[in-house]
């Protein structure tokens, strides 16, 4: 079993509660590990560059979703998957 350390991510939200930065926040690990592990169908690798844009009534699930999916590819294409495994 392979692993990868991430040792921080910064994100910074607008237009969204305390409460729901919190909670896309803990739904960051789960989505990382998701689009890692392989379960990647019909994604594509997100650019690594500028922010991650939803929706203003987007929830917590939605933004940890966006987020894990920019990281995911970043973390992919550092590790020469092109966003897939």
């Given amino acids: 079993m ?4 991430i040792a921080s991510v910064n994100v910074r939200v607008r237009g969204v509660t305390p409460a729901v930065a919190r909670e896309a926040a803990r739904r960051l690990g789960p989505a ?14 997100a650019p690594a ?5 939803v929706s203003a009534a987007a929830g917590a699930e939605a933004i940890g ?6 990281v995911a590819g970043v973390v992919s294409a550092r590790l ?3 966003g897939r495994r």
């Fill in 32 to 45: 990382l590990a998701r689009r890692l592990g392989g379960s990647t169908a019909g994604a594509s690798p």
């Fill in 80 to 82: 020469g998957r092109g």
């Fill in 65 to 70: 979703e966006a987020v894990g999916a920019r």
């Fill in 49 to 53: 560059a500028g922010p991650v844009r």
């Fill in 2 to 5: 392979s692993r990868i350390r």
